[in-house]
């Protein structure tokens, strides 16, 4: 199993990204995946997460309204739209699966497999 995340970069504060997570060696379609960050000096957060029935979560109230999440079951990607972004979503962003439930949940020690990150720098 793999998930490969890209899409990170440097934005200025107001500007977007799309970060994308592709899955192999998985049933993609069958299984949430959630996206998580870490910043610098503090634990591992989830943000949003899609559930298999396409519900999505989001666990970080200063995201809501400027991310959204999707996910393309052919392509087996998921997506995280970032809008807006300011200087406190600077991040390392990490996509991530818990193959036993196709359910959404927030606990990064619940999950069994990681992309290996990206990272996002918002800054002027």
């Known amino acids: 199993v793999q998930l490969q995340a890209s899409g990170g970069g440097l934005v200025q504060p107001g500007g977007s990204l799309r970060l994308s997570c592709v899955a192999s060696?998985?049933?993609?379609?069958?299984?949430?995946i959630g996206w998580f960050r870490q910043a610098p000096g503090k634990e591992r957060e989830a943000v949003l997460c899609?559930?298999?029935?396409?519900?999505?979560?989001v666990y970080v109230d200063s995201v809501k309204g400027r991310f959204t999440i999707s996910r393309d079951n052919v392509k087996k990607t998921a997506y995280l739209q970032m809008n807006n972004l300011k200087p406190e979503d600077t991040a390392t962003y990490y996509c991530?699966?818990?193959?036993?439930?196709?359910?959404?949940?927030?606990?990064?020690?619940?999950?069994?497999?990681w992309g290996k990150g990206t990272l996002v720098t918002v800054s002027s």
């Open positions: 991530a699966t818990d193959i036993h439930t196709a359910y959404c949940g927030p606990r990064a020690r619940d999950m069994d497999y």
């Open positions: 060696g998985i049933a993609f379609a069958d299984y949430a």
């Open positions: 899609i559930s298999k029935s396409v519900r999505s979560t």
